[in-house]
């Protein structure tokens, strides 16, 4: 059922497995660009869809709709931002189109570029997992709030190790990523998993090529948890990497890892679950394993007290309690106070609205956390008072 007891419309497919860089415009295919491995192993693609035709699934997973069709109608939203939220914006896109008629224009292209975007008025908003801080959002005349909760996993391509054999601690994690711990039979690793044989092979790093706020809340998980982390790389959408190949978007990320012998990785969790990718479990703060579950990252988002942060500025790793997902995370959405088209800021508004009100169930099915009832209706009164549209 919807927030408000309607039932939440369903889309036609689980998810998005791979769509890197990619703009979702629900509908129609506008083009589309064969999926193609990079020289960093990252899967790149451009598609755009319009309409209401029924969806199929290229040979990449990508689910995409087969007619070409004219131009966006003026009541279609754009934005750009994320790969994180990506799956639950496509999903929830196509479900508002064929109740709506009206579509959105997404595009994937991370946190940093979405930001950029909006700030420069060539988007109706912004999505990023990085939040901005309320003196920058009070510099570019934005209004900021976040609109639902998911959570990082660390994935590895290790054969023979099943989705949630392999342990891992924030500490370990951060000197993998600091290139300390190189191989995976390391001491390091294999105190915390002694029923597991690892390799001695070489650990094949991955991580983000692109201004990223999955990047930002994994890196500020390493920094809670790992002091030379902290004081060498510390927390960033974009930071000066140690160690590592580079691949562009939680999509690329995913394809690297999974095409690569002894990889590591970090993406958002629907992603490890559409592209069946081996998740770890981690040690969380009190000290306990933790399983990527719908119940543990409900469990440390819990803790998020979104009253008392001016812009709603909350983060979400490192929380306490015994059943807490150590890495778990917000998405945001950035608009402006005064936006430059008001007919198109006020459609995007009723795009959120409907997404609160009949959007949980798809949410929770790609393993999204829905905001609380009470957060959304703290946000529907900032809206009120501070878009002027």
């Known amino acids: 059922m919807g927030r408000h007891g309607h039932d939440g419309a369903r889309a036609h497919h689980p998810g998005v497995k791979a769509a890197c860089g990619q703009k979702l415009v629900i509908g129609f295919v506008e083009h589309i660009e064969p999926a193609r491995i990079g020289a960093e192993g990252r899967q790149d693609r451009t598609c755009a869809v319009r309409g209401d035709a029924a969806p199929a699934q290229t040979a990449a997973g990508t689910f995409v709709l087969l007619r070409f069709a004219p131009e966006a109608s003026a009541a279609d939203i754009t934005g750009a931002g994320a790969t994180f939220p990506f799956p639950i914006y496509s999903k929830w896109a196509e479900a508002y189109k064929k109740e709506t008629g009206n579509g959105l224009n997404y595009q994937s292209i991370g ?66 990523y600091l290139g300390k711990v190189a191989r995976w039979n390391d001491p390091a690793i294999a105190k915390l998993n002694p029923n597991l044989k690892l390799p001695a092979d070489a650990i094949a790093v991955v991580r983000r090529s692109d201004g990223s ?5 994994f890196t500020d998980y390493l920094s809670k948890t790992n002091a030379e982390w902290k004081a060498k790389v510390g927390t960033g959408t974009a930071v000066e990497w ?39 479990a981690l040690v969380n703060k009190a000290g306990k394993t933790v399983q ?98």
């Open 111 to 176: 946190s940093g570029a979405g930001i950029k975007q909006i700030q420069a008025t060539t988007v109706t908003f912004g999505a990023p997992d990085a939040p901005l801080k309320a003196e920058q959002l009070e510099k570019d005349g934005l209004v900021q709030w976040p609109m639902v909760m998911g959570a990082i996993v660390p994935v590895v391509n290790l054969e023979g190790v099943k989705p949630g054999e392999l342990v891992l601690s924030g500490e370990v994690l951060g000197d993998i």
């Open 213 to 217: 706020g999955t990047t930002f809340n």
């Open 242 to 280: 140690p160690t590592g190949v580079g691949a562009k978007g939680n999509e690329g990320v995913a394809g690297n890892v999974g095409q690569t012998k002894n990889a590591i990785g970090y993406v958002e969790y629907a992603y490890a679950k559409q592209n069946k990718l081996t998740y770890a």
């Open 292 to 389: 990527p579950t719908m119940a543990a990252f409900q469990a440390a988002a819990a803790n998020a007290d979104w009253t008392k942060a001016p812009g709603y500025y909350v983060i979400l790793t490192d929380q306490p309690g015994d059943t807490s997902w150590p890495i778990t995370a917000a998405t945001f959405i950035l608009m402006h106070k005064v936006p430059a088209d008001k007919a198109a800021s006020a459609e995007a508004v009723k795009f959120f609205k409907w997404a609160f009100e009949k959007g949980d169930k798809m949410a929770e099915e790609l393993d999204y956390i829905p905001m609380p009832d009470s957060v959304v209706k703290l946000i529907e009164k900032t809206w009120t008072a501070d878009i002027k549209s």
